[in-house]
């Protein structure tokens, strides 16, 4: 059987290949990462992903070493991405990083900073629909020596809760390939805007805490800087790691923000007030 | 021996911003966030001065008589120790 190599892609300092004895995963998995492919093949590693057959488990490797198995190509597919998100955060140390969506116009970003389910990835679709730029929807990375945010512009991961308001984003997969979205849709920038992905340089100059309240009127608060300081702090990456380094980054960062706790239950009136509020 | 001096603990991470202070302490994982007052009660611990000290100085600089403004201060104090955010001088 023969496999595909796909790559190489870099996420942040995280530099790999792909291979894939699939054609159909490989489709998706090209279609997927396509963002983040690179032309540094320098300390790349390399993922296998040994898709299921008739009575035998597929397998997820890293570098020859066994990461996960199961029957399901959907699960090893799911599971190769949240990987890649991991490492990712693992690799690049030497950023603040932030679990955080982000966006930006004519290099003044907007960052989303929230827990999981508050609607990060949903909101910043809408916004990168409104013609922002995208950076990321999972982890912002910030430059602590610069105060730049470098992109990390993976595929929007969109959960279903969301299906309904981005339907005009569900991804073309290729025929046979539908079990791979049946959980989660992969949505490339590019797909939802020619030029979505980023490719200015990009300093904070709004940071949000969202949360989406399904019914709820849209609401914009301002947080002072101590809030808006301890609301991303708890939505950092390693922060018992990187300690004095990032509270010191994030609070010099903080100090050109105007910093905001969104409650919508509506994305287009989100993304209004956002616009609203994003110096132009 | 223990003074009746507090000190910020050498093991949180404090980071001043605006009138307030943002708080991590390690060994809890524990993020707090001090007010303007709780910044200048934990400024005011520098390990020389007294709880009697600190709480003068709260009273000189708000106005208010002492005892008001022993019965909050006080409780912060306790409310700071017990969170490992300030702990006591040993002489």
Redesign the interface.
Known sequence: MTRSVLGPYAGLRWHFFVECDSDVLSAEVGRTLAPLACSDTSGSSSYVIEAPSQGSEGRLLLDGRLLYKTRKEALLFARLLWHINLSTVSASQEYVLLHAAAAERHGRAVVLSAPMEAGKTTLVAGLVRAGLGYLTDETTAVDPSSGFIVPYPKALSIDPGSWTVLADLKPAVQSGAEHLAAAQWQVPAADIRDGAVSTTRSRPRVIVVPRYVAGARTSLESL????A??AV??QTFN??RN??RD??AL?GV??HCACYRLTSGQLSEAVDALLEVLPS | MTSDALALSPDV?A????????V?V?CS?A?H???AVGTAVVELCDGRRTVDAVVAELARASGSPAWRVRKEASRLLQELRRAAVLVPIVT
């Open positions: 002072t800087p101590g809030e300081l301890l702090l708890q922060l018992d300690r004095a509270m010191h609070a903080l100090e | 991470i980071v001043r911003t605006g009138v307030e202070t943002v991590w390690p994982g993020l966030l001090l007010d």
